[in-house]
Structure formats: structure tokens, C-alpha cells
């Protein structure tokens, strides 16, 4: 019998899919899933609705048992934490071979800034502000994970964050909706082409849903509470976006909305991402998140089961509630069979389109997985990547870009460390394939003409190296003490012209589970700093890091400051490349990076309030103890060369453009570089309060040394529109400051009337 059903079904599986294999057409789909949902049981069905655990890398405390028995009995949708071919094609013939209707697995894994090859962390490539590059990022993710074994990666990661205390704002674009919506459609394209039919694009996975990146105080999993006006105009933008653009999942979040947890609330994953935005795809819980509802205190086993499925939630990730409890909530009515039935039918189509019913092992191909990773190609990107991410903070008297025939000391515990240049989540890149900046250097000149010192350890605070070891740091302690270290840098930085002092966070000091409530550079790594500023010699501060950090001292007493986030493989080669000038840098940042602690959270489109910052009166909404601006503001960057804005110019559109404002450009400095021209705009009068400025636009373009172009940025109705109060999204006439620059705070201003 078993044998029969599954010859029927292959066939059906063949016929269906040789029809549709470039461009699937609903109706074969639709007439396929139908049949083959016709055989299925009650139980079937909501182990399409199964994900679990196994393997390497997990994320969470949770692991499965018994992975390969429940395969064999159908139980068993999708899995997570493996790759590679062999490891796949082991599982996936468990399922085709073994189980009772042969229904393929569906690998996934978290490929979130390259595979094997890694670009810099999400923050960095969004400091790019080139969507190009950034799509082309996630292509070549998609081919090398595509390559080995996977169908789906649980990316992009499009929540806004404007806490850096927050470790996972190294995970996503930063603090933007306008810009944040532009790169979560890059990596959409990246990852599945529109065409999931290809054997190299993957699902991608649009997290976390929603507004993970306002968890209070910036701890991670905390509590949200916020209102819809904020939520519609400054959080949602970038999940809409995902779903405009047809990703093909979507991921709950851990934390509660209007103090129902996200996945299990009814409102967000069927009113609003079914009814009101038309989602078609398929939506998977975080890790174990139906689980954890039973702390958030909303029900036990079953009822937290029951609200998820009622919620509209299609797949649950490892805790495996639905597969517990979903057979006896049906049978005793507490939920529809067709819910059940429409969960289990988008799972089946995500398989269909990706071509599993056709070719199950069409991912685990081994001999494909040696041509596709860490090719010379995939490497070129990387460099790339990480070169246009950097972000040059300071560099006062052009220090920056350094000769190469001076004598230059390089400081500092992250010149020769490898383990942190992938950064956190870089799936399965191997941080000993990483380019060290000594090696590089070694590479580019022979590094024995260069002075060296370790100058102090990566921390000093042994609670946190072992909490951070726990996570894979390998972060030593010389045996020196850091009194020694520290002479010794010093006894080195007297002999050089100029220091560059590498220094930063351990890559686990950011991402998931990693928040920080002190976001200064570790204590020892300050100490040094300030012995290299007291011997009087320039210094440049290289900077690895995750997150915006508190970096007042450093710009007050440091002659230069280049972000370099966690680079990825090519770090090294890209650091040297713009610290001697064969790369200008252009990166310009995305969240805010505030004087201290206590401005966060500070953002560039805040509201003006009824008392706008004024920082000479009294009665006025500011802090007294420090400025009332950021240390860099939102969009800010210096590159090697310096560009001259022009006033605006403004002219009547034409239809649909309402305004075009044009700005000349001009290269007044010594360098080609490419500059990120951007536009804001503040809608001056409104029904409900409006930011004091929003990104609405950008151009890049590059320019040789004296030359200069017009840009002109078309202003559309749609750019003028809003949620107001009755979460209609409208335009309303009135008047519109519009500012253009190099930054969010240096602009040339302009009104123009809707
Ligand atoms: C938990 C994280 O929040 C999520 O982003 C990730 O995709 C899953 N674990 C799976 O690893």
C-alpha cells in the first residue's frame, strides 16, 4: 500500500511539475497541492506544520529528539541547523523514501551576511546605502547556501532599532523606514530572483514580525508597547515592504504587541499581514516562541497552541506544540480543520515552487557545492563590500590616507585576531578563511616594515570573557599584565611617525542575546587609547564593532576614526586598501551614534515637541549635561575628498513628480570618490504631529577630483503621504521643507508647497 501511494504520488509529482518547472502556474499548484492533500491525514497536515531542530549551530536552548523517527512518520515539515549536501540528502531520503506520502523536507538556516563566503555584518553593508551591492551580497548567499543543502534562510532582518544597546542592530539596516524598505526588497531579489524555480535561489524570511527592534531599553526579547500611529509610519514600513515585494515567508517575533505576544496575536498575522497587506507566503514562529507564551503568561500548553493557530501562525519552530496538541484541539473543535488546511497547503506551495516535488535532492548536488563556495568571484564582492561599508568618523588634517613610507606602529589587540572578522551569525563561514589586517598588510608590503604591539587584551573582565567564551570568543588573556602590554605599545608608538590603534568588541558582544548596557569601548582598550593620544604621535582608531558606539573621548583626543564593523572574510585586505588610500571610503552610517548613554534612544527624525530643543532656554526639551545633537548624526560619513552642495533649485513636476528640486554637486578635493547625496523632507503642518525630517530619497554618484553634476530628485505625491490618525495613508497639501546634504544634520534648505 505505502509503495503504491508513493509511486502514485511521484507521479503526480513529475506531471505537475514538468509543466511548471520555470514559471509555476497557480492552477498546476493549486490542482497539485490539492491532490495531494486529499491523501493526507489530520496528523500530515500539521507535521507540514512542524519545524525542527538538529545539528549544528542552534540558537536556542531547545533541541529535538527523535528527529528521524518523526520524519519517517510524516511529522515533519521543515528542519533547521543543517547543511551541506550529504547532511541534507541523509534527512531528505528519510523523508521521500520513508515516509508514508514522501512529502520533501525543507531545509533552513540562518544565512544572514553570507554563507561560506561573509560579508561585513548587516549594518555595515547597509552603511553602503548601495542596494545594488547589497543584492548582489545576498545572490551569491543564496547560490553558496543553495549549494549546500539549503532551501530557505531566515533573512532579511528588517527591524528598525534605535537602541544600540539592542546587540541585534548588527543584524539589520539600522534606524530608517525609507532606507530600511529599499534593502529588505535588495535581499528579497538577492535571495529568490522572483523566480523560485532556479536550483540556486532560496525562500527568503522576512523577521522578526513586528517590531522586535523596540524592545524597552534595548534588551533583547523585551517587552513593546507602542502606538499604532508610530508603529504604521516608523516600525511597519519595512515588513510591507517584504510582503509587497512577495518574500516568500515571514518570521514572528518573541516580543508582545498590545500585550499579546506576537505569535500568538490574531491582529498582526491575519489582520493586518493577510486582510489588510495580502500576504501570500507562509509564516514560521521564531525559536520556540509558541512556548514561550506560556511565560509571557498568556496559557498553558494547549492554550498558547491553540492561540498561535487561531493567530494564523503556519509553522512552529522547534517547541512542537502544534504537533502535540493540533490533532485533539481539531477533534474537539477548538479549531477548524481549515486552518489546519490553509497552514499546510502555503508550506506545500513554498516546496512546489522551489521545486522539491520535482527534484527533492536538487539542493544536495555535492559536486556543484566545490564550484560554488569561496569563489574568486564571491571573494572580489566580499572585498567590495567591506570596503564601501567602512565609515570614516573623523580624520582631522588628512591623516587618512596614510604613507606608506612613513613609519607606522599598529596597535592593538584586533590587528592579528581572526575569530571576530566574520562577526556574530555568519552561518557557516569558517573564521580562520578570514583575512587578518596583519595579513593583509604582510600581502600589500611585506608587513616587517611595520611596528607592531598587542597594547592590551580584547577585555579585561573575566565574568564577560567567560560568558562570551561560552559562545565560541576564544578570547585569551596574555600572560603580560595589562600594565606591561601597555608600556610596551608605548615603547613601540615612540618610534613611529603615526599609530593606528585596531581595537573594538568580540564579535559575540553583538547580535542575538548580546545586549550591552555600557556601549563604550571596553575599559582597557580606553586606557590604552589614552596612553598613544599622551605621546603626542597622530593616531588613527581602526574600529571592529557591531553597533554605534560611545565614542565622544575618542573623537575629542583621537586625530582619526575609521568604522569598520566585522568586515567579513576580506576585512584585512579592505582595511589596508582604504587606509592607504587605494580604496576612498563612502560609507555613511545608518543609526544614530549618540555622546552618551543616557541621549539613547536619539534618532534623526524625532518629533519637535511643544518645546523644541533650544539649548540656551530654559523651559526647553534637552539635557543639560551634554550638546543635544548626536555625536554623528544619521547619514553621516567623510570621505578623503570633500564635495560642495549648491543651493537647491526648485520646478513644478511633472505628473506624477508634485516638485523637482535639483542640487550641483562638486568634487573640491584631491580624490574620485562617490558621495551619497540624500534627501529629507518635513512636512510643516499636519494633522498629527510629523518627524522634524525624513529620508525620502538618495543618489550616489561619483565624481573626479573638480568635477560636479546636478542631481535632481523628483518628489512624488506618494513621498508627501502619511498614516494619520484613522491609519489612513494620505498626502495632505500644505508646506514642505526640503533638505539635501551629505548627512541628515548638513543640508541646503528649500519650501515648496503641495
Ligand atoms: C532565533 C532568532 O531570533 C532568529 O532570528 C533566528 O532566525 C532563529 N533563532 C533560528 O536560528
Redesign the pocket.
Known amino acids: 500500500m505505502k509503495c503504491n501511494l508513493f509511486l502514485v504520488f511521484i507521479l503526480l509529482a513529475l506531471t505537475a511539475c514538468k509543466q511548471t518547472s520555470s514559471n509555476p502556474n497557480n492552477k498546476d499548484m493549486d490542482r497539485f497541492v490539492d491532490q495531494l492533500m486529499s491523501q493526507m491525514t489530520l496528523e500530515e497536515k500539521i507535521g507540514q506544520m512542524n519545524q525542527l531542530?538538529i545539528g549544528f549551530d542552534?540558537?536556542?536552548p531547545i533541541l529535538n529528539e527523535g528527529v528521524e523517527e518523526k520524519i519517517k512518520a510524516g511529522s515533519v515539515g521543515s528542519v533547521?541547523?543543517i547543511y551541506t549536501p550529504e547532511a541534507t540528502r541523509k534527512l531528505q531520503e528519510l523523508a521521500v523514501k520513508e515516509s508514508r506520502l514522501g512529502i520533501p523536507i525543507l531545509f533552513?538556516?540562518?544565512v544572514i551576511h553570507g554563507h561560506r563566503t561573509i560579508f561585513p555584518l548587516n549594518l555595515g553593508l547597509a552603511a553602503s546605502w548601495d542596494l545594488d551591492l547589497i543584492e548582489r551580497t545576498a545572490r551569491i548567499a543564496a547560490d553558496e547556501a543553495s549549494a549546500d543543502g539549503l532551501h530557505w534562510t531566515?533573512?532579511p532582518?528588517v527591524d528598525i532599532a534605535r537602541d544600540p544597546r539592542w546587540g541585534?542592530v548588527s543584524?539589520g539596516a539600522g534606524e530608517d523606514p525609507y532606507l530600511g524598505s529599499l534593502i529588505t526588497r535588495a535581499y528579497i531579489k538577492g535571495y529568490e530572483q522572483n523566480d523560485l524555480s532556479q536550483n540556486n535561489t532560496i525562500l527568503s524570511?522576512i523577521?522578526?514580525f513586528a517590531l522586535?527592534g523596540a524592545a524597552e531599553a534595548g534588551r533583547d526579547y523585551n517587552t513593546v508597547d507602542m502606538s499604532r500611529i508610530r508603529m504604521y509610519n516608523e516600525y511597519l514600513p519595512p515588513y510591507k515592504a517584504g510582503a509587497d515585494a512577495g518574500a516568500a515567508t515571514f518570521?514572528t517575533?518573541?516580543n508582545e504587541i498590545d500585550g499579546v505576544p506576537a505569535t500568538g496575536n490574531h491582529w498582526l498575522l491575519t489582520e493586518l499581514l493577510r486582510d489588510e497587506w495580502g500576504y501570500q507566503g507562509f509564516v514560521v514562529t521564531?525559536?520556540g516562541a509558541i512556548r514561550e507564551m506560556i511565560s509571557h503568561g498568556v496559557g498553558d500548553e494547549r492554550e498558547v497552541a491553540e492561540l498561535s493557530f487561531k493567530a494564523g501562525v503556519d509553522m512552529e519552530?522547534v517547541s512542537e506544540l502544534f504537533y502535540q496538541y493540533g490533532p485533539e484541539l481539531v477533534k474537539s473543535g477548538k479549531i477548524s480543520e481549515k486552518v489546519i488546511n490553509k497552514a499546510c497547503r502555503r508550506v506545500l506551495e513554498a516546496k512546489y515552487k522551489l521545486g522539491l516535488f520535482d527534484d527533492p535532492y536538487r539542493y544536495c548536488n555535492e559536486e556543484e557545492k566545490a564550484k560554488r563556495y569561496f569563489t574568486a568571484e564571491n571573494l572580489a564582492v566580499a572585498k567590495e563590500a567591506a570596503i564601501k561599508s567602512m565609515v570614516l568618523l573623523k580624520n582631522d588634517n588628512e591623516l587618512l590616507p596614510l604613507d606608506s613610507t612613513k613609519k607606522i606602529a599598529f596597535i592593538g589587540p584586533q590587528v592579528k585576531r581572526k575569530r571576530d572578522l566574520i562577526g556574530s551569525w555568519s552561518a557557516a563561514g569558517d573564521y580562520n578563511q578570514a583575512v587578518s589586517l596583519w595579513e593583509a598588510l604582510d600581502s600589500k608590503f611585506g608587513a616587517n616594515r611595520f611596528l607592531y604591539a598587542e597594547g592590551c587584551n580584547l577585555l579585561e573582565d573575566t565574568l564577560l570573557i567567560r560568558k562570551l567564551n561560552g559562545f565560541g570568543s576564544k578570547i585569551e588573556r596574555s600572560e603580560k599584565s595589562s600594565q606591561y602590554l601597555i608600556q610596551e605599545a608605548l615603547n613601540i608608538a615612540r618610534r613611529a611617525d603615526v599609530v593606528v590603534a585596531v581595537v573594538g568588541e568580540a564579535f559575540s558582544m553583538t547580535g542575538?542575546a548580546a545586549s550591552r548596557s555600557d556601549i563604550q569601548l571596553p575599559e582597557n582598550q580606553r586606557e590604552l587609547l589614552k596612553a598613544l593620544a599622551q605621546t603626542g604621535k597622530p593616531v588613527v582608531l581602526v574600529l571592529m564593532n557591531g553597533r554605534p558606539l560611545v565614542l565622544q573621548w575618542e573623537n575629542d583626543h583621537l586625530n582619526a576614526i575609521l568604522e569598520t564593523w566585522f568586515g567579513g572574510t576580506m576585512t584585512g585586505p579592505a582595511i589596508a586598501d582604504v587606509l592607504f588610500g587605494d580604496a576612498v571610503p563612502s560609507g555613511k552610517i545608518t543609526m544614530t551614534y549618540p555622546r552618551n548613554l543616557g541621549q539613547i534612544p536619539i534618532y534623526y527624525n524625532y518629533k519637535n515637541t511643544g518645546r523644541p530643543i533650544h539649548e540656551e532656554q530654559k523651559y526647553t526639551s534637552k539635557y543639560l549635561d551634554v550638546p543635544n545633537t548626536p555625536l554623528y548624526p544619521f547619514g553621516y560619513g567623510l570621505s578623503y575628498t570633500t564635495f560642495e552642495y549648491s543651493d537647491l533649485t526648485l520646478e513644478t513636476g511633472h505628473a506624477p513628480s508634485v516638485q523637482e528640486i535639483s542640487i550641483n554637486i562638486k568634487n573640491t578635493g584631491k580624490y574620485t570618490a562617490t558621495e551619497t547625496v540624500q534627501l529629507y523632507l518635513r512636512d510643516k503642518v499636519a494633522s498629527i504631529t510629523r518627524p522634524v525630517k525624513e529620508l525620502k530619497a538618495f543618489q550616489q554618484i561619483e565624481l573626479q577630483p573638480g568635477e560636479e553634476k546636478t542631481l535632481t530628485f523628483e518628489i512624488s505625491e506618494n513621498d508627501l503621504k502619511f498614516y494619520n490618525s484613522d491609519l489612513e495613508y494620505r498626502a495632505e497639501p500644505g508646506e514642505f521643507d526640503v533638505f539635501i546634504g551629505g548627512n541628515s544634520c548638513d543640508t541646503k534648505q528649500a519650501t515648496f508647497t503641495y
Request: charged share 25%; glycine share 12%.
Open positions: 531542530a542552534i540558537t536556542g533547521l541547523g533552513g538556516y540562518d531566515f533573512s532582518m541585534r543584524e524570511c523577521k522578526h522586535y518570521m517575533s518573541f521564531d525559536y519552530m542575538e
